[in-house]
């Protein structure tokens, strides 16, 4: 089972400002910052989103010597989500890269691939200047709702969310959200609460918890 780097532990992303980068590169610490549940009620419906036509893996087909493909894509009907994924990492100083676009989201690769025992990590913007970003609606997500993440072979994990959790970023819960699970599970991680306009920055954090679905 493959833990998280120690260097993570900290996560300085995610509880200091997960997905707060510099206002020239995405504009999320801007004071023109969008409020979360004002722009909710401006957006409107989520689009329409099909359930990918792939071919599921089934629960515990997978093996350590036969290890899931990369994630390409991920998808969230009930939310209005389809996104291709790309690969994030680590930063110098041991934070957590964000995606340089709102549009998509990252799968964190220190963390297992989607399907492989263990809490593998997507992380997503919530908005921006421009209006609301890939995982805007993820605090709404309800349980019993399936996300589907494609794989580079054409196969597909499919998960089930069990709960959704705002945390403080202060108090955030590193051990429960990036240590050792004993299934394949899936954490969707983006900001939200509270927009501090002084500090450019939300004042926590938005984590959809998901097991492999049946």
Known sequence: MRRPPRRLL????????????????VGLISSGHTHASAALHLAGKPAIVPVPSQTAEAPGGLS?????AL???LTIPAIGVRTSLIHLA????????????????GWYTGSPRPGAVGSSVIAGHVDSVS?????????????????YVSR?????????????????????PTGEV?????????????????????????????VAYATLAP
Not at 64 to 68: D, G, I, L, M, N
Not at 178 to 206: K, M, Q, W
């Open 71 to 73: 994630p390409v894509e």
């Open 10 to 25: 900290p996560i300085a992303a995610l509880t200091a400002g997960l997905l707060a980068v510099a206002a020239g590169a």
């Open 90 to 105: 680590l930063e110098p100083n041991g934070s957590l890269q964000v995606p340089a676009s709102t549009t998509v989201a």
């Open 152 to 172: 580079a072979d054409g196969t597909m994990a499919v998960f089930s969310i069990t709960r959704v959790q705002t945390y403080a970023k202060d108090a955030f």
């Open 178 to 206: 990036y240590g050792p699970a004993p299934d394949p599970e899936l954490r969707l991680i983006t900001c939200g609460g509270t927009f501090d306009s002084t500090t450019g920055h939300y004042l926590s954090n938005v």
């Open 64 to 68: 350590a010597a036969r290890p899931p």
């Open 131 to 147: 209006g609301p970003a890939v995982f805007y609606r993820l605090g709404t997500l309800r349980p019993g709702e399936r996300v």
